[in-house]
């Protein structure tokens, strides 16, 4: 199965990003370009020229909840790439309790394995369905002709008749005439004990081939288990199309997949600065960027699927630098992301188009929520322009955690109303300015949002 990388103009990736973002021109601008220079790389016919271009890595900087996470998210989205989000703080300096910087590259590579995965079981899918079906109608009871022996009186005449209850039973096991009937199945489990280690992390922090080596040891259980039909089909066919898969061929073109449009997101960059004081500068800090260079350079990683190069894999790393600015890293690491762009604060403008502009708008998902309690909420134009000022101030006076700010304040406009609503029946609420202010009448209501879980 072939990959194919975004063929996108520019102009169009930023309308893709803008249906989801808004604002922050210049990052997406730069996302854009990086995106598309992938798929001109594709094109370059001499191929060891094109194994010399790399991939400008992107450094974006500015305060929390400005849009750098989403940007990354969705520019993986329209790539159709893998794409992993990691946080350097949980990198340590290797000799350190933490995790090792390698582990990046091994997650992209299971994403990248996990995706092509779920793709090739939908194309076998339909097969896998039809096998399930033809062994929940033996389940049933129902004859197979091709069970009859040789030595059956009138043979032909038995198995055309079975054939055809067998047809007529399987269209009802189609039509979910069935789905209600318990049938027994075998099902397969691994009891892996939970070790604690030295580090004090649990097996689900170890090593992956750690793991493969205790299922190993801990032997499969089979045991019966009675699932009404819809189960046994939908369990039978996942069994049947794991089977169908190639591993070897998934791995081998996921491994190509990774390394050529693999996407990092490297989030909280700021957090491993090292900071000089009177003791002397932050070795462990400048340590864990040292032992990230070497990914971000380009290097050979081995994973359990087999070596991967990450030449060719694009880094995008942000912070909030608020004590720090990028040029505080380490100068070779600095020289690894050439692509440098700053996102702007969000105003008050930006957050009421945040509001109700993006597809994914808080404004629809709350619409959408109370539709679940038969509750048509109607937004006033006005009282979405008091949400954004409201949460504009908070942001100036208290944490500055950005475009959040608005979900927190959403979430104590319509507190009262979401408690309510499964005893409200059938009706319209509308959500006018007078109904926000009436919620944040003085500093008492705004001191409570603190409270609130970010």
Same mark, same amino acid.
């Given at each position: 199965?072939?990959?194919?990388?975004?063929?996108?103009?520019?102009?169009?990736?930023?309308?893709?990003?803008?249906?989801?973002?808004?604002?922050?021109?210049?990052?997406?601008?730069?996302?854009?370009?990086?995106?598309?220079?992938?798929?001109?790389?594709?094109?370059?016919?001499?191929?060891?020229?094109?194994?010399?271009?790399?991939?400008?890595?992107?450094?974006?900087?500015?305060?929390?909840?400005?849009?750098?996470?989403?940007?990354?998210?969705?520019?993986?989205?329209?790539?159709?790439?893998?794409?992993?989000?990691?946080?350097?703080?949980?990198?340590?300096?290797?000799?350190?309790?933490?995790?090792?910087?390698?582990?990046?590259?091994?997650?992209?590579?299971?994403?990248?394995?996990?995706?092509?995965?779920?793709?090739?079981?939908?194309?076998?899918?339909?097969?896998?369905?039809?096998?399930?079906?033809?062994?929940?109608?033996?389940?049933?009871?129902?004859?197979?002709?091709?069970?009859?022996?040789?030595?059956?009186?009138?043979?032909?005449?038995?198995?055309?008749?079975?054939?055809?209850?067998?047809?007529?039973?399987?269209?009802?096991?189609?039509?979910?005439?069935?789905?209600?009937?318990?049938?027994?199945?075998?099902?397969?489990?691994?009891?892996?004990?939970?070790?604690?280690?030295?580090?004090?992390?649990?097996?689900?922090?170890?090593?992956?081939?750690?793991?493969?080596?205790?299922?190993?040891?801990?032997?499969?259980?089979?045991?019966?288990?009675?699932?009404?039909?819809?189960?046994?089909?939908?369990?039978?066919?996942?069994?049947?199309?794991?089977?169908?898969?190639?591993?070897?061929?998934?791995?081998?073109?996921?491994?190509?997949?990774?390394?050529?449009?693999?996407?990092?997101?490297?989030?909280?960059?700021?957090?491993?600065?090292?900071?000089?004081? =009177?003791?002397?500068? *932050?070795?462990?800090?400048?340590?864990?960027?040292?032992? &990230? %260079?070497?990914?971000? $350079?380009? /290097?050979? !990683?081995?994973?359990?699927?087999?070596?991967?190069?990450?030449?060719?894999?694009?880094?995008?790393?942000?912070?909030?630098?608020?004590?720090?600015?990028?040029?505080?890293?380490?100068?070779?690491?600095?020289?690894?992301?050439?692509? =440098?762009?700053?996102? *702007?604060?969000?105003?008050?403008?930006?957050?009421?188009? &945040? %509001?109700?502009?993006? $597809?994914? /708008?808080? !404004?629809?998902?709350?619409?959408?929520?109370?539709?679940?309690?038969?509750?048509?909420?109607?937004?006033?134009?006005?009282?979405?322009?008091?949400?954004?000022?409201?949460?504009?101030?908070?942001?100036?006076?208290?944490?500055?955690?950005?475009?959040?700010?608005?979900q927190t304040v959403m979430e104590r406009i319509l507190e009262d109303l979401s408690f309510m609503a499964p005893d409200m029946?059938?009706?319209?609420?509308?959500?006018?300015?007078?109904?926000?202010?009436?919620?944040?009448?003085?500093?008492?209501?705004?001191?409570?949002?603190?409270?609130?879980?970010?």
């Amino acid at each position: 199965m072939t990959v194919s990388v975004s063929n996108l103009t520019p102009r169009e990736i930023v309308s893709e990003l803008n249906r989801y973002i808004i604002g922050q021109d210049r990052a997406k601008r730069t996302v854009a370009i990086a995106l598309r220079n992938r798929w001109r790389r594709s094109l370059v016919e001499d191929k060891s020229l094109r194994e010399e271009i790399i991939p400008r890595n992107i450094m974006m900087s500015g305060p929390t909840g400005v849009g750098k996470t989403e940007i990354a998210r969705r520019l993986a989205q329209i790539a159709d790439a893998p794409f992993v989000k990691v946080e350097a703080t949980k990198f340590t300096e290797v000799g350190y309790v933490g995790r090792d910087v390698e582990s990046m590259v091994k997650d992209l590579v299971k994403n990248a394995i996990n995706i092509m995965k779920r793709r090739e079981i939908e194309i076998v899918r339909e097969r896998a369905a039809d096998v399930a079906r033809e062994k929940v109608l033996s389940l049933l009871g129902i004859p197979d002709p091709d069970d009859l022996s040789d030595d059956v009186e009138d043979y032909d005449s038995r198995k055309k008749r079975q054939e055809e209850y067998r047809y007529k039973n399987r269209k009802k096991l189609e039509d979910g005439e069935f789905d209600d009937r318990l049938v027994s199945i075998t099902v397969e489990s691994k009891n892996i004990p939970v070790f604690e280690i030295s580090s004090g992390m649990s097996s689900d922090d170890m090593d992956s081939s750690i793991r493969d080596m205790m299922g190993s040891i801990f032997p499969s259980m089979k045991k019966e288990k009675k699932v009404s039909v819809k189960e046994a089909l939908e369990h039978i066919t996942n069994e049947e199309a794991q089977k169908m898969l190639d591993m070897d061929k998934i791995q081998q073109e996921a491994l190509q997949w990774a390394e050529n449009s693999g996407i990092i997101f490297i989030d909280e960059i700021d957090k491993i600065v090292g900071k000089s004081s =009177s003791h002397g500068p *932050d070795v462990s800090r400048e340590g864990v960027q040292r032992d &990230i %260079l070497p990914i971000v $350079e380009g /290097s050979t !990683v081995n994973t359990k699927y087999g070596p991967i190069k990450t030449d060719h894999v694009l880094f995008i790393a942000a912070g909030a630098f608020h004590m720090t600015s990028p040029e505080d890293l380490i100068p070779e690491l600095q020289g690894r992301f050439p692509l =440098s762009v700053t996102l *702007d604060s969000l105003s008050v403008e930006d957050f009421e188009k &945040i %509001l109700t502009e993006p $597809e994914n /708008s808080l !404004v629809k998902q709350y619409t959408e929520l109370m539709k679940a309690e038969n509750v048509n909420l109607v937004f006033k134009k006005e009282a979405v322009k008091e949400i954004a000022k409201v949460s504009y101030e908070l942001n100036n006076t208290t944490q500055n955690i950005g475009a959040r700010r608005l979900q927190t304040v959403m979430e104590r406009i319509l507190e009262d109303l979401s408690f309510m609503a499964p005893d409200m029946g059938k009706q319209k609420i509308t959500v006018d300015e007078k109904f926000v202010k009436s919620i944040f009448t003085g500093q008492e209501e705004k001191e409570k949002l603190n409270n609130y879980i970010i």
